[in-house]
């Protein structure tokens, strides 16, 4: 064969390749802006204070409201949990983390 022909089709990638990587990069991110968007709508529902300063946002959330034995809340700093602590008296010195 001719070289300059082997050269040409070494160049062209066959177009289902393209489409198909196209398509996974694209599904991949959808995937990733609905998880982020669910997370900041969850986490929402439970705030009960944010403040805001020069070094970031910090938040006071509640979790589990309905069910007396598991109801805590949890302590933001940005997407940090530093701790959470229970609302029962009992359970209220518990190490928690």
Known sequence: GDPAEASKTALQAPSWRVWSITGISLAGFMVLVGFLIWEQTIRREGRIAQT???????????????????????????????????????KRCREAQ
């Open 52 to 90: 805001r300063n020069f070094y970031g946002t910090k938040g006071v959330y509640e979790a589990n409201s309905n069910e007396r034995r598991f109801h805590k809340y949890s302590l933001y700093h940005g997407n940090i949990r530093h701790g959470f602590q229970y609302r029962l008296p009992e």
